[in-house]
């Protein structure tokens, strides 16, 4: 069985040789192999670029909701604005 898939294999072997060691033919086979390898390592490029821009985008946005959720309680702490302090004052002074 081994020395059978090893004929059948030297044969494939010397096939797919001959087939792109062609002196006519050849080059351009090669070329066209060459181009092909070209083409699918810019598309997993291009594949792997867009998820990962995909990705940063979904994690600034989430980023940016959960400080949109802070800020309204951050912005009960801050100082209440001068008419504001002003009616306060005028109401305790009143009272007084």
Known sequence: MN???AVIG???AG???MYFLDPDRGPRR????RD???ELSNDARRAVTGKAA???NRAQGMFHEAKGLLKPAAADLEPKSSS???AVRGA???NS
């Not at 090669?30 to 192999?33: C, H, I, K, P, Q």
């Open 3 to 5: 020395k059978t898939l």
């Open 10 to 12: 030297g044969i494939g």
């Open 15 to 17: 096939a797919v040789a």
């Open 30 to 33: 090669r070329a066209l192999v």
């Open 36 to 38: 092909k390898a070209v």
């Open 54 to 56: 995909d990705l940063r």
């Open 84 to 86: 504001q302090n002003t």
């Open 92 to 94: 305790f002074n009143a």
